[in-house]
Protein backbone atom coordinates (compact mmCIF):
# COMPACT_ATOMS: atom_id res chain seq x y z
CA UNK A 1 0.00 0.00 0.00
CA UNK A 2 1.42 3.26 -0.81
CA UNK A 3 2.07 5.84 1.98
CA UNK A 4 0.60 8.82 2.43
CA UNK A 5 2.55 10.21 5.73
CA UNK A 6 5.60 9.34 6.62
CA UNK A 7 6.89 10.50 10.14
CA UNK A 8 11.01 9.49 10.50
CA UNK A 9 12.00 9.91 13.64
CA UNK A 10 10.37 13.15 14.51
CA UNK A 11 11.31 15.07 17.74
CA UNK A 12 9.83 17.88 19.19
CA UNK A 13 10.62 19.74 22.50
CA UNK A 14 9.23 22.64 24.41
CA UNK A 15 11.76 23.74 26.49
CA UNK A 16 12.65 20.40 28.94
CA UNK A 17 9.56 18.43 28.02
CA UNK A 18 10.58 15.83 24.96
CA UNK A 19 6.54 16.04 23.37
CA UNK A 20 7.39 13.83 20.30
CA UNK A 21 10.41 11.64 21.30
CA UNK A 22 11.68 9.91 18.27
CA UNK A 23 8.19 8.99 16.62
CA UNK A 24 8.20 7.00 13.31
CA UNK A 25 5.27 6.01 11.56
CA UNK A 26 4.05 5.29 8.15
CA UNK A 27 -0.01 5.37 7.33
CA UNK A 28 -1.13 4.04 3.91
CA UNK A 29 -3.49 5.61 1.74
CA UNK A 30 -7.24 4.97 3.09
CA UNK A 31 -6.64 3.69 5.97
CA UNK A 32 -8.19 5.39 9.75
CA UNK A 33 -5.91 5.96 12.09
CA UNK A 34 -7.53 6.66 15.90
CA UNK A 35 -4.36 8.06 18.06
CA UNK A 36 -5.10 8.17 22.04
CA UNK A 37 -3.38 8.20 25.40
CA UNK A 38 -3.36 10.15 28.62
CA UNK A 39 -3.18 13.28 28.81
CA UNK A 40 0.01 15.48 27.76
CA UNK A 41 0.85 12.14 25.98
CA UNK A 42 1.71 14.10 22.38
CA UNK A 43 -1.52 13.32 20.51
CA UNK A 44 -2.34 16.61 19.64
CA UNK A 45 1.45 17.73 19.10
CA UNK A 46 1.48 14.52 16.94
CA UNK A 47 -1.93 15.72 14.57
CA UNK A 48 -0.72 19.42 14.73
CA UNK A 49 2.83 18.41 13.15
CA UNK A 50 1.92 17.05 10.60
CA UNK A 51 -0.01 19.90 8.52
CA UNK A 52 3.08 22.03 10.17
CA UNK A 53 0.75 24.20 12.51
CA UNK A 54 3.85 22.54 14.99
CA UNK A 55 7.25 22.62 14.21
CA UNK A 56 9.54 20.03 15.10
CA UNK A 57 12.93 19.86 15.97
CA UNK A 58 14.51 17.40 14.13
CA UNK A 59 13.77 14.21 11.73
CA UNK A 60 11.22 14.32 8.57
CA UNK A 61 7.39 14.54 8.02
CA UNK A 62 6.48 13.35 4.10
CA UNK A 63 2.71 13.86 2.78
CA UNK A 64 2.57 11.49 -0.59
CA UNK A 65 6.64 11.14 -0.86
CA UNK A 66 7.09 15.32 -0.59
CA UNK A 67 8.74 16.37 2.73
CA UNK A 68 6.70 19.10 4.47
CA UNK A 69 7.34 22.57 3.11
CA UNK A 70 8.98 25.11 5.24
CA UNK A 71 6.93 28.17 4.32
CA UNK A 72 5.09 30.07 1.61
CA UNK A 73 3.24 28.90 -1.38
CA UNK A 74 4.05 25.31 -0.76
CA UNK A 75 2.95 25.04 2.41
CA UNK A 76 0.17 26.47 1.60
CA UNK A 77 -1.02 24.11 -0.90
CA UNK A 78 0.09 21.35 1.58
CA UNK A 79 -2.63 22.87 3.87
CA UNK A 80 -5.45 23.15 1.31
CA UNK A 81 -4.49 19.15 0.48
CA UNK A 82 -4.19 18.43 4.51
CA UNK A 83 -8.07 19.05 6.29
CA UNK A 84 -8.18 19.58 9.80
CA UNK A 85 -11.08 19.91 12.42
CA UNK A 86 -10.29 21.23 15.41
CA UNK A 87 -11.88 21.20 19.14
CA UNK A 88 -12.92 24.55 17.94
CA UNK A 89 -15.57 24.99 15.07
CA UNK A 90 -13.59 28.09 13.59
CA UNK A 91 -16.23 29.07 11.78
CA UNK A 92 -16.56 33.06 9.70
CA UNK A 93 -19.23 33.84 12.27
CA UNK A 94 -19.72 36.85 9.88
CA UNK A 95 -20.23 34.50 7.18
CA UNK A 96 -23.20 32.06 6.01
CA UNK A 97 -22.72 28.64 6.17
CA UNK A 98 -22.64 28.00 2.61
CA UNK A 99 -20.27 30.96 2.14
CA UNK A 100 -17.94 29.06 5.38
CA UNK A 101 -17.70 26.01 2.87
CA UNK A 102 -17.50 27.53 -0.49
CA UNK A 103 -14.60 30.58 0.34
CA UNK A 104 -11.21 27.80 0.15
CA UNK A 105 -12.17 26.56 -2.81
CA UNK A 106 -13.24 29.87 -4.30
CA UNK A 107 -10.04 31.49 -3.18
CA UNK A 108 -7.71 28.39 -2.95
CA UNK A 109 -8.29 26.34 -5.82
CA UNK A 110 -9.90 29.08 -8.23
CA UNK A 111 -13.42 27.22 -8.40
CA UNK A 112 -15.91 29.48 -9.89
CA UNK A 113 -18.42 30.30 -7.48
CA UNK A 114 -21.70 28.77 -8.79
CA UNK A 115 -19.54 25.11 -9.20
CA UNK A 116 -18.56 25.69 -5.66
CA UNK A 117 -21.72 26.21 -4.42
CA UNK A 118 -22.89 23.45 -5.96
CA UNK A 119 -20.76 20.98 -4.18
CA UNK A 120 -20.80 22.53 -0.77
CA UNK A 121 -24.71 22.05 -0.77
CA UNK A 122 -23.81 18.41 -2.01
CA UNK A 123 -21.63 18.46 1.02
CA UNK A 124 -23.85 19.99 3.61
CA UNK A 125 -26.29 17.15 2.44
CA UNK A 126 -24.34 14.95 3.14
CA UNK A 127 -22.97 16.02 6.71
CA UNK A 128 -27.15 16.08 7.39
CA UNK A 129 -27.30 19.86 7.34
CA UNK A 130 -28.18 21.21 3.63
CA UNK A 131 -31.08 22.68 5.48
CA UNK A 132 -29.19 25.29 7.67
CA UNK A 133 -26.93 26.46 4.24
CA UNK A 134 -28.10 30.37 4.72
CA UNK A 135 -27.88 30.32 8.56
CA UNK A 136 -24.92 31.78 10.69
CA UNK A 137 -22.97 30.12 12.52
CA UNK A 138 -24.17 31.38 15.60
CA UNK A 139 -27.89 30.10 14.78
CA UNK A 140 -26.29 26.30 14.62
CA UNK A 141 -25.83 24.38 17.25
CA UNK A 142 -21.92 22.59 18.56
CA UNK A 143 -22.68 19.71 16.86
CA UNK A 144 -24.03 21.32 13.60
CA UNK A 145 -21.11 23.88 13.60
CA UNK A 146 -18.70 20.86 13.93
CA UNK A 147 -20.58 19.05 10.67
CA UNK A 148 -20.26 22.28 8.79
CA UNK A 149 -16.53 22.66 10.07
CA UNK A 150 -15.73 18.92 8.46
CA UNK A 151 -17.63 20.25 5.00
CA UNK A 152 -15.34 22.91 4.68
CA UNK A 153 -12.11 20.69 5.09
CA UNK A 154 -13.96 18.80 2.55
CA UNK A 155 -14.96 21.07 -0.04
CA UNK A 156 -11.29 21.45 -0.02
CA UNK A 157 -10.94 17.78 -1.72
CA UNK A 158 -8.28 16.88 0.50
CA UNK A 159 -6.24 13.96 0.44
CA UNK A 160 -5.73 13.40 4.13
CA UNK A 161 -8.21 14.60 7.28
CA UNK A 162 -6.87 15.42 10.44
CA UNK A 163 -9.52 15.60 13.68
CA UNK A 164 -7.98 16.56 16.82
CA UNK A 165 -10.31 16.03 19.44
CA UNK A 166 -13.52 17.08 17.46
CA UNK A 167 -15.91 15.82 19.74
CA UNK A 168 -14.11 17.55 23.10
CA UNK A 169 -16.10 20.46 23.05
CA UNK A 170 -19.83 19.11 22.55
CA UNK A 171 -22.24 18.24 24.98
CA UNK A 172 -23.08 14.73 24.81
CA UNK A 173 -26.04 14.44 23.10
CA UNK A 174 -24.03 16.53 19.92
CA UNK A 175 -21.28 13.94 19.94
CA UNK A 176 -23.05 10.71 18.39
CA UNK A 177 -24.05 13.35 15.15
CA UNK A 178 -20.52 14.40 14.37
CA UNK A 179 -19.38 10.82 14.96
CA UNK A 180 -21.70 9.74 12.39
CA UNK A 181 -20.00 11.75 10.06
CA UNK A 182 -16.70 10.51 10.50
CA UNK A 183 -17.71 6.85 10.58
CA UNK A 184 -19.27 7.67 7.11
CA UNK A 185 -16.03 9.17 5.68
CA UNK A 186 -14.35 6.50 7.08
CA UNK A 187 -15.85 3.62 5.55
CA UNK A 188 -15.71 5.95 2.55
CA UNK A 189 -12.21 5.67 1.95
CA UNK A 190 -10.68 8.28 3.60
CA UNK A 191 -7.35 8.87 5.13
CA UNK A 192 -8.10 9.60 8.56
CA UNK A 193 -6.05 10.78 11.55
CA UNK A 194 -8.13 10.87 14.50
CA UNK A 195 -7.16 12.47 17.78
CA UNK A 196 -9.61 11.36 20.32
CA UNK A 197 -11.29 9.52 24.22
CA UNK A 198 -14.14 8.32 22.17
CA UNK A 199 -13.26 4.80 22.64
CA UNK A 200 -16.10 3.17 20.75
CA UNK A 201 -15.50 5.20 17.38
CA UNK A 202 -11.69 4.13 17.77
CA UNK A 203 -13.65 0.46 18.01
CA UNK A 204 -16.05 1.14 15.02
CA UNK A 205 -14.20 2.79 12.77
CA UNK A 206 -10.39 2.76 12.87
CA UNK A 207 -7.96 0.66 11.07
CA UNK A 208 -5.61 1.00 13.65
CA UNK A 209 -4.90 2.66 17.04
CA UNK A 210 -1.75 4.15 17.89
CA UNK A 211 -1.52 4.32 21.53
CA UNK A 212 0.81 7.49 22.93
CA UNK A 213 2.15 8.26 26.34
CA UNK A 214 5.13 10.84 27.06
CA UNK A 215 5.95 11.38 23.34
CA UNK A 216 6.11 8.21 22.57
CA UNK A 217 4.36 5.88 20.49
CA UNK A 218 4.08 3.15 22.79
CA UNK A 219 1.04 0.75 20.92
CA UNK A 220 0.85 0.69 17.14
CA UNK A 221 -2.10 -2.33 16.57
CA UNK A 222 -5.57 -3.21 15.59
CA UNK A 223 -8.27 -1.62 17.78
CA UNK A 224 -9.31 -5.33 18.42
CA UNK A 225 -5.96 -6.33 19.54
CA UNK A 226 -5.41 -3.35 21.24
CA UNK A 227 -8.64 -3.27 23.52
CA UNK A 228 -8.45 -6.95 24.04
CA UNK A 229 -4.65 -7.72 24.76
CA UNK A 230 -3.00 -4.29 25.02
CA UNK A 231 1.14 -4.74 25.10
CA UNK A 232 2.33 -2.38 27.60
CA UNK A 233 1.80 -1.72 31.56
CA UNK A 234 0.94 1.61 30.16
CA UNK A 235 -1.65 0.89 28.28
CA UNK A 236 -3.35 -1.83 30.40
CA UNK A 237 -3.42 1.07 33.43
CA UNK A 238 -5.21 3.80 30.69
CA UNK A 239 -7.51 1.29 29.73
CA UNK A 240 -8.87 0.08 33.22
CA UNK A 241 -9.00 3.49 34.13
CA UNK A 242 -11.49 4.18 30.66
CA UNK A 243 -13.12 1.05 30.59
CA UNK A 244 -14.43 0.83 33.89
CA UNK A 245 -16.93 3.30 33.76
Known sequence: ??????????????????????????????????????????????????????????????????????????????????????????????????????????????????????????????????????????QLSGGQQQRVAIARSLAMEPKLMLFDEPTSALDPEMINEVLDVMVELAQGGMTMITVTHEMGFARKAADRVLFMADGKVMEDSTPESFFTDPQTPRAKDFLSKILTH
Do not use: W
Open 1 to 138: MQPLVELDHVNKHYGELHVLNDITVTIPKGQVVVVIGPSGSGKSTFCRAINRLETIDSGEIRIDGTPLPSEGRALAQLRADVGMVFQSFNLFAHKSILENVTLGPIKVRGKKRKEAEEHAMHLLERVGIANQAHKMPA
